[in-house]
């Protein structure tokens, strides 16, 4: 297996322009995570998805931010525009739940997005 | 309105010594205890983890300790590596059994 995959791993955009996160999970993996990563908050969680259906958007900190998951192969993360402080790596992870104890996501590599 | 604390940004040990990470949390309902590594240019990976019904979980190098009384909780690496040099986190479960919320790291070095 892959792992999770995520594109483009470096992104560096001008203020106002729209930007585009993929993600691909791991297959059979029945939840997907958006994470954003600053130096500020540490790692925070966007938004996360169960069987493609967004369950959780408390995370996304305002309009300007959306995400999809049009099926269980693909999501993405959309800031529209974007803004300087929106610079920060930015990680899909995904997971296949078990109740329980001791189970974790899996991580993509990230996404070093930087708003000039 | 942060769960789980790390007060320690960077932490340096000499090669083969003890490391001590430590994590304090607020919550009292949570089922288990995660800790990740994170190195540089990667996403953070699961490292090890604790119940809520131990105090101790040992997978070789790496121990978990859980001190309920004190909300504490820490990870300890015997012998340290060079290789060990990362960002750790400590994580649980909030608002659910899939949502983790994480502290906001701590940096080990660990010097030859």
């Known amino acids: 297996d892959a792992g999770v995959i995520q594109s483009p791993r470096h992104e560096v955009t001008e203020m106002g322009q729209e930007v585009t996160l993929r993600c691909k999970p791991i297959s059979g993996h029945n939840s997907l995570f958006w994470y954003r990563q600053t130096m500020m908050r540490g790692l925070e969680l966007l938004i996360y998805?169960?069987?493609?259906?967004?369950?959780?958007d408390s995370g996304m900190p305002e309009d300007r931010f959306s995400a999809k998951m049009p099926n269980a192969s693909f999501s993405t993360l959309k800031i529209q525009p974007s803004e300087p402080r929106d610079s920060a790596v930015y990680f899909c992870?995904?997971?296949?739940?078990?109740?329980?104890?001791?189970?974790?996501?899996?991580f993509g590599s990230g996404t070093r997005l930087t708003v000039v | 309105d942060q769960q789980v604390k790390q007060n320690s940004p960077s932490l340096s040990v000499q090669e083969g010594r003890i490391s001590i990470l430590n994590c304090d949390y607020t919550n009292s309902m949570f089922d288990y205890f995660l800790w990740y590594k994170k190195y540089p240019a990667e996403g953070p990976t699961f490292l090890i983890s604790i119940s809520s019904i131990k105090d101790k979980n040992e997978d070789g190098r790496f121990t978990v300790f859980l001190n309920k009384s004190a909300k504490h909780l820490s990870l300890h690496i015997v012998p340290s590596q060079p290789g060990d040099s990362a960002v750790y986190f400590c994580a649980y479960p909030g608002g659910g059994s899939e949502k983790l919320v994480f502290g906001k790291g701590t940096k080990l070095t660990v010097n030859p």
């Open positions: 992870a995904s997971s296949s739940a078990v109740v329980g104890h001791g189970y974790g996501y899996t």
């Open positions: 998805f169960n069987n493609n259906v967004p369950i959780d």
